[in-house]
C-alpha cells in the first residue's frame, strides 16, 4: 500500500486559493473537513499577524456561504467554515482517499499525504487531472519499506552513504565535508546542507522512537 507526500497548488477562484495567494506570509491549516450537499465544510485555524482583516475578507466572498470564529488569540484564530465552492477537496473525495489532517496551505500551495490503495491513488491522480488542479508528487513509498527508506529521500540517503563510505563519520575521522563533496561532484555547502538534513531527519527518528520527553 503506497504512501504518498503531494503538493497541490490551490485554484485562485477559490476562497481560500486567491487569499492565500494575495497574502504568501499567511498559514490556512485544515484542521478537519467534511462534504456536504453541493458545499463543503472546514475547521481552519488562521495564523497571521492580524487575523481580524483576513476574516473579514473571508466573510466578503460569494463562496463563503457562512463563516463562525470559534476563538482568536493574538496571531491564531480557528474558523468554522462553509463554502458552495469546495474544489481544492473534491478530488480525495470523489477518489474515497483519505487525507491525512491537518494540512497547511502557504502562498496558494497545500501539502497533502495520503496512504492508500495504488487503484485509489491512481484515481486521485484521474481526479486532479479532470478537475485542472496542477499538483507535484514529492514522493511515494510503500508502507512496508525499510525504515530508512521513509526517513531519508533518495538524494539525502546517497549523501549519507557517500560521506559514511568515506570515513566522514569515523573517529578519528578519515575524510573531511570537503572529501565528500568532492567524491559526489557538488559543491561544500550544498554536500553540509543534505548531510544536515538527514542527520536531523535521523535523530528526531530516535527521540520519537526511543526518548520520553
Not at 20 to 27: F, K, T
Not at 161 to 186: F, H, K, M, N, S
Request: glycine fraction near 6%; aromatic fraction near 6%.
Amino acid at each position: 500500500m503506497p504512501h504518498a507526500k503531494l503538493t497541490i497548488d490551490i485554484p485562485e477562484h477559490t476562497w481560500i486559493g486567491d487569499i492565500s495567494a494575495a497574502h504568501p506570509e499567511l498559514v490556512f491549516q485544515v484542521v478537519t473537513s467534511i462534504p456536504g450537499d453541493g458545499t463543503g465544510i472546514g475547521l481552519v485555524r488562521l495564523v497571521a499577524t492580524d487575523p481580524l482583516p483576513i476574516i473579514t475578507d473571508i466573510q466578503d466572498r460569494d463562496d463563503v456561504e457562512s463563516l463562525e470564529l470559534l476563538w482568536k488569540h493574538d496571531d491564531e484564530a480557528l474558523l468554522q467554515i462553509q463554502t458552495v465552492n469546495p474544489l481544492p477537496l473534491l478530488p480525495v473525495w470523489r477518489a474515497g482517499v483519505p487525507l491525512k489532517m491537518p494540512f497547511d496551505i502557504q502562498n496558494g500551495q497545500a501539502t497533502w499525504e495520503v496512504t492508500t490503495s495504488t487503484s485509489r491513488l491512481s484515481n486521485l491522480r484521474t481526479q486532479l487531472d479532470d478537475l485542472g488542479i496542477s499538483f507535484a508528487i514529492e514522493h511515494v513509498r510503500e508502507i512496508d519499506a525499510s525504515q530508512a527508506d521513509r526517513l531519508l529521500t533518495d538524494r539525502q540517503q546517497e549523501v549519507l552513504l557517500a560521506a559514511v563510505e568515506a570515513g566522514y563519520y569515523r573517529a578519528p575521522r578519515e575524510a573531511t565535508l570537503g572529501d565528500v563533496a568532492d567524491a559526489l561532484g557538488v559543491a561544500n555547502a550544498t554536500c553540509s546542507d543534505v548531510l544536515h538534513r538527514a542527520e536531523g531527519h535521523i535523530v528526531d527518528w530516535f527521540v520519537d522512537e526511543h526518548v520520553d520527553v
